[in-house]
């Protein structure tokens, strides 16, 4: 591939004989947007304009066209190189975007997670296992009440402890308050039980609110935060990440189904532009993903990918404490595990429920 080219592969919903034509239109669109006959600088024809490498047609019959375009047009920006590879084409609903591939020079660019895998472990203290981690929930309680699950499941010894991607700053347990009362809560179970628990409160609102939520958040300790890449604008989500080198970032996937395919948007995208933690839909929970998507995506997170740090996959969505040694087997030692609703069922019996998750993920055996 070209040194300063990005290579971008299209499922084109096509007959065959329409294809190559497709991926030329497709190839003007998402780098010149204008008719080439009006277009005077030879040298944007020939250095920016994005350029057909490859058409293939598929026994499915459609077919898959592979795409440079100029790392020129893109910049240093996230929000750029997500509307350079599936900006106005995604208004096409014949055209899905597939994977991707970006040389080293635009991969040092975003520099990927800040922490990575072993820095997560460095953070939470846990070495060669699956990380465990659950969710506060529901949306509408209190701060004291989320405070009070925190300091369980600490006591109980999960790794991380994060807030559910709908929290904001609700009138029943605004941010501040929560944090504060969440982090401490983390802190004293810590103290009492010697045991290491990350709390990671979720950002939201402008980048200016976000900013100003994760120096509040510092202050008193903190040093994960949640985030909804695609909710906030992946341009955001960069700029934090380069601002915050020391924190682990943990994306969650909200808004991030529709046309580009998830290995290469959650195992990839995500990753390039910062995600230490990368939660996806796994199957066999409320979602529909298929087991070889869901493996693709952490593939992509963990593959060595120019010198970028791997990302830690967290298969999620209506995981269970008995599913725990399927979801070993199948994601391994550097994953995340999160369950969330189904420890919170548990009601009177929520600590016992999440000691036996903690154990299930340190010996593979899930207790009655």
């Given at each position: 591939?070209?040194?300063?080219?990005?290579?971008?592969t299209?499922?084109?919903?096509?007959?065959?004989?329409q294809?190559?034509?497709?991926?030329?239109?497709?190839?003007?669109?998402?780098?010149?947007?204008?008719?080439?006959?009006?277009?005077?600088?030879?040298?944007?024809?020939?250095?920016?304009?994005?350029?057909?490498?490859?058409v293939?047609?598929?026994?499915?019959?459609?077919?898959?066209?592979?795409?440079?375009?100029?790392?020129?047009?893109?910049?240093?920006?996230?929000?750029?190189?997500?509307?350079?590879?599936f900006?106005?084409?995604?208004?096409?609903?014949?055209?899905?975007?597939?994977?991707?591939?970006?040389?080293?020079?635009?991969?040092?660019?975003?520099?990927?997670?800040?922490?990575?895998?072993?820095?997560?472990?460095?953070?939470?203290?846990?070495?060669e296992?699956?990380l465990?981690?659950?969710a506060?929930?529901?949306?509408?309680?209190?701060?004291?009440?989320?405070?009070?699950?925190?300091?369980?499941?600490?006591?109980?010894?999960?790794?991380?402890?994060?807030?559910?991607?709908?929290?904001?700053?609700?009138?029943?347990?605004?941010?501040?308050?929560r944090?504060?009362?969440?982090?401490?809560?983390?802190?004293?179970?810590?103290?009492?039980t010697?045991?290491?628990?990350?709390?990671?409160?979720?950002?939201?609102?402008?980048?200016?609110?976000?900013?100003?939520?994760?120096?509040?958040a510092?202050?008193l300790g903190?040093?994960?935060?949640?985030?909804?890449?695609?909710?906030?604008g992946?341009?955001?989500?960069?700029?934090?990440?380069?601002?915050?080198?020391?924190?682990?970032?943990?994306?969650?996937?909200?808004?991030?189904?529709?046309?580009i395919?998830?290995?290469?948007?959650?195992?990839?995208?995500?990753?390039?532009?910062?995600?230490?933690?990368?939660?996806?839909?796994?199957?066999?929970?409320?979602?529909?993903?298929?087991?070889?998507t869901?493996?693709?995506?952490?593939?992509?997170?963990?593959a060595?990918?120019?010198?970028?740090?791997?990302?830690?996959p967290?298969?999620?969505?209506?995981?269970?404490?008995?599913?725990?040694?399927?979801?070993?087997?199948?994601?391994?030692?550097d994953?995340?595990?999160?369950?969330g609703?189904?420890?919170?069922?548990?009601?009177?019996?929520?600590?016992?429920?999440?000691?036996?998750?903690?154990?299930?993920?340190?010996?593979?055996?899930?207790?009655?």
């Amino acid at each position: 591939m070209s040194g300063d080219r990005i290579r971008a592969t299209y499922r084109l919903h096509v007959g065959a004989a329409q294809a190559a034509h497709r991926a030329r239109l497709l190839a003007v669109e998402q780098s010149l947007e204008m008719p080439l006959e009006a277009v005077g600088d030879g040298r944007v024809l020939a250095e920016v304009l994005a350029r057909v490498e490859q058409v293939e047609p598929q026994d499915d019959g459609t077919s898959l066209a592979r795409l440079l375009l100029a790392c020129e047009s893109v910049g240093d920006d996230a929000g750029q190189l997500m509307n350079m590879l599936f900006g106005n084409c995604s208004l096409q609903p014949e055209v899905e975007l597939i994977d991707i591939e970006v040389p080293a020079p635009l991969a040092r660019t975003f520099g990927g997670p800040n922490l990575g895998i072993a820095g997560l472990r460095r953070l939470t203290g846990a070495a060669e296992r699956p990380l465990t981690c659950t969710a506060l929930k529901p949306i509408g309680s209190t701060a004291a009440r989320m405070a009070a699950l925190c300091g369980d499941f600490a006591r109980a010894g999960i790794d991380v402890i994060k807030d559910d991607h709908g929290w904001a700053n609700q009138p029943s347990a605004p941010y501040a308050e929560r944090v504060s009362a969440c982090q401490r809560a983390v802190l004293d179970a810590g103290e009492a039980t010697g045991r290491r628990t990350v709390y990671a409160p979720s950002l939201y609102g402008t980048q200016s609110q976000m900013q100003r939520q994760i120096e509040m958040a510092r202050a008193l300790g903190v040093t994960a935060f949640l985030i909804a890449p695609m909710v906030c604008g992946v341009a955001t989500f960069d700029a934090l990440k380069r601002e915050h080198r020391d924190l682990a970032f943990i994306a969650h996937p909200a808004l991030a189904g529709g046309r580009i395919a998830p290995p290469a948007l959650l195992g990839k995208l995500l990753r390039l532009f910062g995600a230490d933690v990368v939660i996806f839909p796994n199957h066999g929970g409320r979602f529909t993903y298929p087991a070889e998507t869901c493996q693709a995506i952490a593939r992509n997170c963990r593959a060595r990918w120019h010198e970028l740090r791997p990302s830690m996959p967290a298969p999620a969505g209506g995981m269970s404490v008995e599913r725990v040694p399927e979801l070993k087997r199948e994601y391994g030692a550097d994953s995340m595990l999160l369950i969330g609703g189904s420890l919170l069922a548990a009601g009177e019996r929520l600590t016992e429920r999440s000691r036996a998750f903690v154990a299930a993920v340190a010996d593979g055996k899930v207790a009655a």
